[in-house]
Antibody, heavy 122, light 106 residues
């Protein structure tokens, strides 16, 4: 059974940093691209970033480009999102999700975690 | 960037109704479109990918169609469990979600 468990969310001040983690199990981790999708309170889904199965390629939404960094550790079966220069508008529930294949050309998502909440506020 | 626009924003329907949700892309995305269902407090669930392919385990009451810039999600006979919010997502260029359609009980 595929399981994705996010952690690392919390309250951070504007301009601060946070690193999210997503522990994956139940599938060959390197065989799937992985992604982060966020959802602000009461709002819709926003795709944030994706990384290929081999970590060679990464994509970012314009809203986070230059501030967020996605990475993965195959030895730990874990996906990360380093978030720097955080803004109030980054406040959201952050989901990690498993893409269909290991490339960034099949970015639809079969399995999702339950999310970790990030709140950016002074 | 590719923009995705769903209509309607809210849809009121009754159990047994046939409903259709429309998703329009700002440019040609071929068939690279997925649909998700989300219930309050839950993660999204994949229903349809590649515009019309049904995800494993999803009821055949759900169907998708379209290509290019206009797509539809149809639920053939609404069941109580279907009342939720539905999102389309393009994955032709990176990824973008529509703003969502809330399906409410009439």
């Amino acid at each position: 059974e595929v399981q994705l468990l996010e952690s690392g969310g919390g309250l951070v001040q504007p301009g601060g940093s946070l690193r999210l983690s997503c522990a994956a199990s139940g599938f060959p981790f390197s065989s799937h691209a992985m992604t982060w999708v966020r959802q602000a309170p009461g709002k819709g889904l926003e795709w944030v970033s994706a990384i290929s199965g081999t970590s060679v390629s990464t994509f970012y939404a314009d809203s986070v480009k230059g501030r967020f960094t996605i990475s993965r550790d195959k030895s730990k079966n874990t996906l990360y999102l380093q978030m720097d220069s955080l803004r109030a508008e980054d406040t959201a529930l952050y989901y990690c999700a498993q893409a269909h294949t290991n490339s960034l050309f099949d970015l639809y998502f079969h399995h999702w975690g339950q999310g970790t909440l990030v709140t950016v506020s002074s | 960037d590719i923009q995705m626009t769903q209509s309607p924003a809210t849809l009121s329907a009754s159990v047994g109704d046939r409903v259709t949700i429309i998703c329009r892309a700002s440019q040609n995305i071929r068939s690279w479109l997925a649909w998700y269902q989300q219930k309050p407090g839950k993660a999204p669930r994949l229903l349809i990918y590649e515009a019309s392919s049904l995800e494993s385990g999803v009821s055949s009451r759900f169907s998708g169609s379209g290509s290019g810039t206009e797509f539809t999600l149809t639920i053939s006979s609404l069941q109580p469990d279907d009342f939720a919010t539905y999102y389309c997502q393009q994955y032709d260029t990176y990824s973008t979600f529509g703003q969502g359609t809330k399906l409410e009980i009439k």
